[in-house]
């Protein structure tokens, strides 16, 4: 893993696509998965520094203003708890502080394996109360760039005051947009990746790790 050479604000650790991961067995993982997912790729401790970064970061740039976090669900949950635990611990033990309020939104763009070519919003009619906000949005993965594409399309409707996006993971594919977050924490192979609450059909959120998933799982928990 080194740092992401493509140009960003942030820099975030570049996983390569002939990263071969950990195996299985060196962590814990619940057995019910154990016969489903190829290899850990990004371990829950080494989620949990790059999140604390990413904290310390967004901090840096936005400290001193009201920000409303707003949680993309269902993938962003967990992500996002960590995250606001690292900034109010921040908050707490720092000079320079962020007043924090939270809102969620809910986006679904999958069916299966696959990204479709719309983006369902739920929650959309809710965003009026960010007219004139400072706004984070805490999302789990950037694949494509569509689906963020859109969430942001329509937050510029009404008229925030600032947004600021920090994903997790940003997927290298030949299938993106070019967007890119102002923050993120890996950039990783295109692969489906799985856990910490990044799932497959609802399954594999109750997972630590960020895992492979393995083919045959494809067509187990298929919908």
Known sequence: MTLNSLPTLHPSLQISDDEKGHELGLFCVPKHYEDDLDRVIIPHGLIMDRT??????????????????????KGGYKF?????D??????????????LTVDFIRLKS????????????????????LTGKNVLIVEDIVETGKTMETLLSLL?????KMVKVVSLLVKR???????????????????????????YNEYFRDLSHICILSEHAKEKYKE
């Open 52 to 73: 604390e970064r990413l904290a310390r970061d967004i901090i840096r740039d936005m400290g001193g203003h009201h920000i409303v976090a707003l949680c993309v669900l």
């Open 80 to 84: 996002f708890a960590d995250l606001l």
């Open 86 to 99: 690292f900034i109010k611990a921040l908050n707490q033990n720092n000079d320079k502080s962020v007043p």
């Open 110 to 129: 999958y069916s299966n394996d696959q990204s479709t070519n719309q983006v369902k919003v739920i929650g959309g009619d809710e965003l009026s109360a």
């Open 156 to 160: 510029d409707d009404y008229h925030p």
């Open 173 to 199: 594919t030949p299938r993106s947009s070019g967007y890119r977050p102002d923050y993120f924490g890996f950039e990783v192979p295109d692969k489906f990746l799985v856990g910490y609450a990044l799932d």
